[in-house]
């Protein structure tokens, strides 16, 4: 039989926890594609990107799809995730944001940067359905084909945006402002996915192995707040070099003025 399902089984406050968890992630990852547009070289390049791909996919979009999914019940019904289709999304979600980001190039490129914006908002869509897949319950799940489009027109649309916030402004503010339209990006992708489900409930259905969320969730947690660590540190200490750089080039002139007098 057809059941309502709740998608704030444990209040609203879980939607803001994903809403930062993925700003976070995207404003980091953000910060690491602009480094990596200014790069000295191709291998320099593609490692920002990397760490870019590392905090986008796997702590905006992956780990932010799991904490809201806490919210997510079925009365009356168990919910589990199958843990190969689980590290795929996430997987998927990495490497298909990488293609996107080394997509855009190092210059603003209308064509490049809506083919990037087009694959990050893939990225974003299919790691939210594989991770739908990874769920496995007493019955089945179907979906709303007109809000599954929905949900992937705003992916794209959304990533293209921040992707374009990134690239062609130079502001700090306005780039933070990036990663806050990636959020929406994501998260707004996600509940309208989840607006999309159908469950029917049959009791008759073996109940589903696995685990938990919960019990995958919080080293999940730790493990994406650890791989935030790296890319904070090397923007860090990446603005840090270019402020060196910019006080060191400016000190051979004054010099200079000084010996003319």
């Known amino acids: 039989m057809n059941h309502h ?8 406050w879980l939607l803001f926890l994903a809403y930062i968890v993925s700003v976070t992630g995207s404003v980091v990852g953000l910060a690491c594609t602009r480094c990596g547009a200014a790069a000295a070289n191709e291998r320099d390049r593609l490692r920002w990107l990397l760490m870019a791909a590392i905090a986008i996919g796997g702590v905006g979009i992956w780990l932010m799809h799991f904490i809201a999914m ?28 990488f293609g996107g980001l080394v997509t855009i190039g190092r210059t603003f490129d ?12 893939l990225a974003v869509a299919s790691m939210h359905y594989t991770g739908m897949w990874a769920m496995q319950i007493q019955g089945t799940i179907s979906y709303d084909k007109f809000l599954v489009v929905l949900s992937f027109l705003i992916a ?11 690239l062609a402004l130079k502001s700090p503010v306005l780039r933070f402002a990036a990663g806050l339209v990636m959020g929406v990006a994501v998260v707004g992708m996600h509940y309208t996915g989840m607006a999309a489900v159908r469950v029917t409930v049959d009791r008759t259905a073996p109940v589903p192995g ?37 006080q060191s080039s400016s000190r051979p002139v004054a010099s200079a003025a000084g010996k003319h007098r």
């Open 156 to 166: 794209i649309v959304a990533a293209t945006a921040a992707l374009w916030f990134t």
């Open 210 to 246: 696995g685990p938990e969320a919960f019990s995958f969730l919080f080293p999940v947690f730790v493990i994406g707040l650890l791989a935030l660590v790296v890319p904070i540190t090397a923007v860090m200490l990446a603005s840090d070099r270019g402020a060196n750089a910019t």
């Open 5 to 12: 399902v709740h998608h704030f089984d444990m209040g609203l």
């Open 110 to 121: 209308l064509r490049r940067l809506i083919a990037g914006g087009v694959i990050t908002g």
């Open 70 to 97: 806490l919210g997510f019940a079925i009365p009356n019904s168990v919910v589990r995730y199958h843990l190969g289709w689980t590290v795929a999304s996430a997987v998927l979600a990495i490497s298909a944001v």
